[in-house]
């Protein structure tokens, strides 16, 4: 599956973006779908996910409470809506779908897999 990042864009402190995860070919059913983010120089991180049947989702410490996951009734698109936006929210947002990515309400673990696919990601930047 080919997934698409868009949504990204320059917001101010305290305000707020919806990023959108689209799958091209597929739906975003089969597996676990998660939000990662990434600064230049700095490791990917985890942010949020939400599970194959979106029963259950997760977010990091970091966003909880501020960020929300959800997906379409299509499973086409995941969104990741962002709140209450913060200058270290500032990264560009990446989504993954792949067979080695678990979700629960306890935690968001993940272990590439050849079966998995990225988006190339959209840039937020939240100027203070």
């Known amino acids: 599956v080919q997934l698409v990042e868009s949504g990204g864009g320059l917001v101010q402190s305290g305000g707020s973006l919806r990023l959108t995860c689209s799958a091209s070919?597929?739906?975003?059913?089969?597996?676990?779908v998660g939000w990662f983010r990434q600064v230049p120089g700095k490791v990917r991180e985890k942010v949020s996910c939400i599970s194959a049947n979106a029963e259950s989702t997760y977010y990091e410490a970091t966003v909880k409470g501020r960020f929300t996951i959800s997906t379409d009734r299509q499973r086409n698109n995941v969104y990741l809506d962002m709140t209450h936006l913060k200058a270290d929210d500032s990264a560009t947002y990446y989504c993954?779908?792949?067979?080695?990515?678990?979700?629960?309400?306890?935690?968001?673990?993940?272990?590439?897999?050849?079966?998995?696919?990225w988006g190339q990601g959209t840039q937020v930047t939240v100027s203070s």
């Open positions: 070919s597929s739906t975003l059913d089969n597996y676990a």
């Open positions: 993954a779908t792949d067979p080695g990515l678990m979700c629960t309400g306890g935690g968001f673990h993940y272990t590439r897999t050849e079966f998995g696919s």
